[in-house]
């Protein structure tokens, strides 16, 4: 299996780094209708939650890519780029649970019929 390799131009770049976080903050906020934070540092926190994890799953993305460059990868490489993709799913685990732990009654649930 190849890697495709293609340096992307500055524009695409920029359009990269700052469409990724809009998208990663429409989707969370999706993903936690119908809880809504109920006060200013908890929307703070919502907001700032997806941030990291992006960066995390970029710099594991980048590391993996980087690892498939060989041509012919050992068990110890696979195996090193299965334990990083399982990682990103116990950071954001991490990450929520501690959120939730510190957050936990600054929540409120507002259904689409508004009652």
Do not use: C
């Amino acid at each position: 299996m190849e890697a495709i390799h293609q340096t992307p131009r500055k524009g695409q770049r920029v359009l990269f780094w700052v469409v990724m976080p809009v998208v990663a903050e429409v989707g969370w906020l999706g993903l936690l209708w119908p809880l809504v934070p109920s006060t200013g540092i908890a929307w703070l926190v919502t907001l700032l939650v997806p941030l990291p994890i992006a960066g995390y799953v970029y710099l594991v993305a980048r590391a993996i890519d980087r690892l498939s460059l060989r041509s012919n990868p050992s068990v110890l490489i696979r195996g090193l780029a299965v334990l990083l993709a399982v990682s990103v799913g116990a950071i954001i685990f991490l990450l929520l649970f501690i959120v939730e732990r510190s957050l936990g009654g600054q929540f409120h649930y507002r259904y689409l019929g508004g009652h």
